[in-house]
């Protein structure tokens, strides 16, 4: 039997799954200064979000007896996975559970920014009525252009295609016959990318690479015309990670015009700041950080992670450790 702390919350089914195998589950938030002074030296798994922060000093603080951090989600960057892997803890998350819930939201957050739905709703509700100035735009005859193409990405070029849109990608690890099977433009260069795209979706990991990847020079090579001629502006929309987007860049571009809209679902500093300056744009709209925050891939990746962790403990094999090479 192990004993596993889940600190920031899980759904109920895995929690049972985890009891019915026999191991003590503890729900608890631990705070940053418990976890300091070595809170988890009594446990031999912790199941984390992002709220958690597992860093190098709170794994040192941890004792010898942790064998496997779970991460109930797809980032990882709120883990240190080399001082984990050098510790013997395996790292597992669950990359699969949310894919559906974070393509939808990406799909929405793109649809309200063309269609100015956040803008005429605070209009609605200061008592106005502006319909000629929330003109928008189509996706249909628009370029796309995804920064990495795994399955989040993949899934939402498809429904782009499917509506009419021309998809493009940027994702140097990626084979290009994956690309061309997909019927998508594969850049070089994500400079290529920015230039050839009106609009602009983020579905890689934050890591040293690609921090700030989203920049000033980048956002002002974006074109404001569509590949059907029609002046749609450029938009970005971020549903992967904070931090990949220069926040203060986007606040310039979108000031100057430079850039059309914006909408985050991730911030680099989270919670954000009700006095963020990108919540003072009026051609900005956020969303807080809830891209798999639905009943179903709650459920999906409660039971996911549960069974990864099961898995390590076990000694059995697990195709989700993210620190293998530190191990």
Known sequence: MARIAVTDGMDEKAVQRLEKAGHEVVL???????????????YDAIIVRSATKLTKDVLDASGD?????????????????????????????????STQSVVELTLGHLLASIRHLPRSDRSLRDGKWEKKAMKGSELAGKALGLIGFGRIAQSVGRIAQAIGMEVHAYDPYLPPKIAKSQGTRLHKTLDGLFSNC??????CNLTDETHHLVNAERL???PHIGKDGSRCGSHIINCARGGIVDE?????ALSSGVLT??????FEHEPVDSNHP????????GTPHIGA???EAQARVGLDIATNVMDVLSGQPCDFVVNAQYL
Do not use: Y
Not at 198 to 203: K, L, N, P
Not at 248 to 252: F, H, K, N, R, T
Not at 278 to 285: G, S, V
């Open 28 to 42: 608890e938030h631990i705070s940053k200064e418990d976890l300091l002074s070595g809170a988890l030296e009594t």
């Open 65 to 97: 007896r942790l064998v496997v951090i779970g991460r109930a989600g797809v980032g990882v960057d709120n883990i240190d996975l080399k001082t984990a892997g050098n510790r013997g803890i395996h790292v597992v998350n669950a990359p699969r559970a």
């Open 198 to 203: 009106t609009h602009i979706s983020i579905h």
């Open 220 to 222: 002002a090579s974006m």
């Open 248 to 252: 203060d860049a986007v606040v310039e």
């Open 261 to 266: 809209s914006a909408a985050l679902d991730v």
């Open 278 to 285: 990108l919540l003072q744009m009026e051609h900005f709209h």
């Open 293 to 295: 925050s639905t009943v």
